[in-house]
């Protein structure tokens, strides 16, 4: 575990954790992947999925064979703390993005997203107005062949929001292809892009369904892209 850095707020401090687990190698370069919670301090049930994920990688380093895993599990302690969407300056960390914002946490995980140049980042929410699982990707391949099987694994524990439009976003079968200005993502710069995957599970379900979801979407994401890969190495 490294700290990313620490910043004040009255007279407490605090910091942004990074966990780095190696896993096994793989057949090729290491994957770098980044796995964000907690942005939103109210969502909880990522922060302890991404805690709980490290600990069963210990336990099952296979689970990330051939990859560099980056675990950020709790992106707003502020807002964690306080239970509040909002860190406690008042702002929505998650529009705050490659905008020249002067948010500590946003700056921090900035520096790190730029130096690391991963090769795809996974964000965990958790929405209190949807009914079910859905998620936010980019890439054509990467939405059929690597999320739309991780939901399908997910939905098991937690039903999919099926609706046409969620979250004010055109969407179909729990996915939408877009992203939104200021979220946690790629530099503008970085080239190729990266996979980015924004998983949400909904808020109000049972707490513990909502963090074996998470469990779930994980462990099949990164086995599917591994495949993926591999697929693409053969052709
Ligand atoms: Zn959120």
Same mark, same amino acid.
């Given at each position: 575990?490294?700290?990313?850095?620490?910043?004040?707020?009255?007279?407490?401090?605090?910091?942004?954790?990074?966990?780095?687990?190696?896993?096994?190698?793989?057949?090729?370069?290491?994957?770098?992947?980044?796995?964000?919670?907690?942005?939103?301090?109210?969502?909880?049930?990522?922060?302890?999925?991404?805690?709980?994920?490290?600990?069963?990688?210990?336990?099952?380093?296979?689970?990330? $064979?051939?990859? /560099? =895993?980056? @675990?950020?599990?709790?992106?707003?302690? !502020?807002?964690?703390? +306080? %239970?509040?969407?909002?860190?406690?300056?008042?702002?929505?960390?998650?529009?705050?993005?490659?905008?020249?914002? $002067?948010?500590? /946490? =946003?700056? @921090?995980?900035?520096?790190?997203?730029? !130096?690391?140049?991963? +090769? %795809?980042?996974?964000?965990?929410?958790?929405?209190?107005?949807?009914?079910?699982?859905?998620?936010?990707?980019?890439?054509?391949?990467?939405?059929?062949?690597?999320?739309?099987?991780?939901?399908?694994?997910?939905?098991?524990?937690?039903?999919?929001?099926?609706?046409?439009?969620?979250?004010?976003?055109?969407?179909?079968?729990?996915?939408?292809?877009?992203?939104?200005?200021?979220?946690?993502?790629?530099?503008?710069?970085?080239?190729?892009?990266?996979?980015?995957?924004?998983?949400?599970?909904?808020?109000?379900?049972?707490?513990?369904?909502?963090?074996?979801?998470?469990?779930?979407?994980?462990?099949?994401?990164?086995?599917?892209?591994?495949?993926?890969?591999?697929?693409?190495?053969?052709?």
């Amino acid at each position: 575990m490294s700290s990313l850095g620490a910043w004040g707020v009255s007279l407490d401090e605090y910091t942004l954790d990074q966990f780095l687990f190696v896993g096994p190698r793989g057949g090729g370069d290491y994957y770098r992947v980044a796995i964000f919670a907690g942005i939103h301090g109210d969502e909880t049930a990522g922060v302890l999925a991404a805690v709980r994920f490290l600990q069963e990688l210990a336990r099952r380093p296979e689970l990330a $064979r051939g990859y /560099e =895993v980056y @675990l950020y599990p709790l992106c707003n302690p !502020t807002g964690y703390e +306080d %239970g509040t969407r909002h860190s406690r300056s008042g702002r929505d960390l998650n529009r705050e993005f490659w905008l020249g914002s $002067r948010e500590p /946490e =946003v700056q @921090l995980l900035e520096q790190q997203i730029r !130096t690391l140049r991963f +090769d %795809g980042m996974i964000s965990l929410h958790a929405d209190c107005d949807s009914p079910g699982l859905y998620a936010f990707a980019l890439g054509a391949q990467v939405t059929q062949y690597v999320v739309e099987p991780a939901l399908a694994a997910a939905e098991k524990i937690v039903p999919r929001n099926l609706d046409a439009r969620i979250d004010n976003f055109t969407a179909r079968n729990g996915l939408i292809r877009k992203g939104y200005p200021g979220m946690l993502c790629a530099a503008p710069e970085a080239r190729p892009r990266p996979f980015e995957i924004v998983f949400e599970t909904p808020q109000l379900a049972e707490p513990d369904l909502q963090v074996e979801a998470n469990l779930v979407f994980l462990r099949h994401a990164l086995e599917q892209y591994q495949q993926l890969q591999a697929i693409g190495q053969d052709l």
